[in-house]
């Protein structure tokens, strides 16, 4: 391929740019918000290879880190694997690919062309499979809340959301649950927006309004300070601001520049100094949070209170950029090599997988009321579950336990099927737990003992073939957080 032809332009540059480093960000928003209290390396490898991307945002060593630090993130992190913390998996799968292909590519080349070559397959490439990735992810998102649950304003996950949000930020009182127009509103109105976004990032014409009008809807999610969601939206901040005009990232470059300009202005700073700063924030705020932030409380709040200023002022630049829209109709969505689709096409999978019964947490149905169990679906369109496994076949239903997790579930009034089960007893031998089963109930002083709970399960099928709590009588509850044997 002849590079001097092929040379990536500066507006390319800068999509690479911007995408990198907000990804990189959008990483650091993850740890910020999913705290455990104590450190843990792949974490720490993770936060610091922020820092390098964030420092050197195009370089491929930085990204090629970003990518392995992710992957060994979800390793961890699973089985509580969140949707969103999956869908950066699949982007870090396709941005290794990309990464060592671009690296063979440019390998005895000089400096500068590697450069140019690194640019090139990102902008074309890279970034293209992102939205793909995303695109797949979120049709499946906004199809799963067809369903007879989510549109009951007794259970429906909008209207839980909405009173919690209100109550987190002192609105309680408007008496939301009692207003039966503003339920409907907001049940139907959240099942429109979110099955229309992706259509509308597809069609060119409207791809530019449609940024504006998805990351409106998420940063008003995200004002629920109840229930942490700041990563998510910033994630999909990120990726809704690639489907822009090049142009657009130009222009966003420069007005950074300015920006740090008149603040090294004013505080007599030099820009080293300033990155320098930013980078010891990053890694900082990082570090505290695992060691020494209580889970959920101080590192949220933080979290919470840098990202509402940062989205107003996102969703200002936005509006004025969408009236006059200065860069033209909207660019192609791009079209990368078939063998890179496989990772798109692994979403598109991830997406049937609650609807066959496979695995039912991390597969783009959070938040949706989705309930398919043993064939029978509330979908109002997929109004039968296809059952590869026999999983939910096997529903336990925890009547009293010593575990107060286990004991949650009895409270609750929800199932669990036997094998996530399992592998919570495999854990937590000395549990006492009473449960029925095929309509038979066991009093186990110690689950460990339990022939019928204490049988080990793959590590494989443990992180990844995740079967959610369900509600025993229907309707579907909302389950804004995972259950303890998940």
């Not at 797949?136 to 007794?154: E, I, Q, R, T």
């Not at 942490?228 to 950074?256: E, H, K, N, W």
Request: charged letters at 15%.
């Amino acid at each position: 391929m002849d590079w001097v032809t092929r040379r990536p332009t500066t507006d390319q540059r800068n999509l690479v740019t911007v995408f990198t480093v907000g990804l990189a960000l959008a990483a650091w928003t993850h740890q910020l918000g999913n705290t455990r209290g104590d450190i843990d390396l792949p974490h720490v490898a993770l936060l610091a290879s922020v820092a390098v991307v964030v420092a050197r945002p195009r370089q491929l060593f930085g990204l090629t880190l970003l990518g392995v630090t992710v992957l060994w993130t979800v390793w961890d992190e699973a089985p509580q694997l969140s949707n969103h913390w999956t869908l950066v998996g699949l982007i870090a799968v396709a941005l290794l690919a990309v990464a060592a292909v671009a690296a063979a590519v440019g390998r005895g080349r000089s400096c500068s062309e590697r450069g140019d070559i690194a640019d090139w397959y990102l902008v074309t490439w890279f970034i293209p499979t992102a939205r793909w990735i995303f695109l797949a992810f979120y049709l499946f998102a906004g199809f799963a809340k067809v369903n007879s649950a989510f549109l009951d304003p007794a259970v429906s996950c909008a209207v839980v959301f909405l009173d919690e949000s209100l109550t987190s930020i002192g609105l309680g009182g408007l008496g939301v649950q009692d207003a039966s127009s503003v339920q409907w509103a907001v049940m139907v109105g959240t099942m429109v927006i979110e099955l229309a976004i992706p259509w509308l990032l597809m069609i060119r014409r409207t791809r530019v309004p449609a940024v504006f009008l998805a990351i409106a809807f998420h940063a008003a999610l995200s004002i629920d300070r109840t229930h942490q969601i700041v990563d998510f939206s910033s994630l999909l901040t990120v990726i809704y601001l690639s489907f822009l005009p090049a142009g657009a990232f130009t222009r966003m470059m420069d007005q950074a520049r300015r920006l740090q300009t008149r603040v090294g202005d004013m505080l007599t700073v030099r820009p080293g100094l300033q990155r320098a700063v930013a980078l010891t924030f990053i890694v900082g705020t990082g570090l505290a949070g695992e060691v020494s932030f209580p889970a959920f409380t101080s590192s949220r709040t933080l979290l919470w209170w840098m990202w509402q200023p940062t989205v107003v002022a996102v969703l200002v630049a936005l509006a004025r950029y969408v009236r006059h829209q200065p860069d033209g109709g909207a660019t192609p969505l791009g079209a990368p090599p078939a063998w890179l689709m496989v990772v798109p096409a692994l979403a598109v999978v991830n997406g049937f997988l609650p609807y066959l019964e496979v695995r039912s947490a991390g597969s783009w149905n959070m938040y949706a009321n989705l309930r398919v169990v043993d064939g029978e679906s509330n979908h109002l369109i997929f109004r039968r579950g296809i059952p590869l496994t026999d999983e939910y076949r096997d529903l336990v239903i925890i009547e009293a336990s010593s575990d107060p997790g286990l004991e949650a579930y009895a409270l609750q009034g929800l199932a669990v099927p036997r094998v996530q089960l399992r592998q919570y007893v495999v854990d937590h031998p000395d549990v006492a737990i009473t449960y029925r089963f095929r309509g038979e109930t066991f009093d186990s002083p110690r689950a460990g003992d339990d022939p019928l709970l204490n049988q080990p399960v793959s590590v494989w099928r443990e992180k990844f073939q995740v079967f959610r709590a369900v509600t025993i009588d229907p309707p579907e509850q909302c389950l804004p957080t995972w259950g303890v044997a998940r």
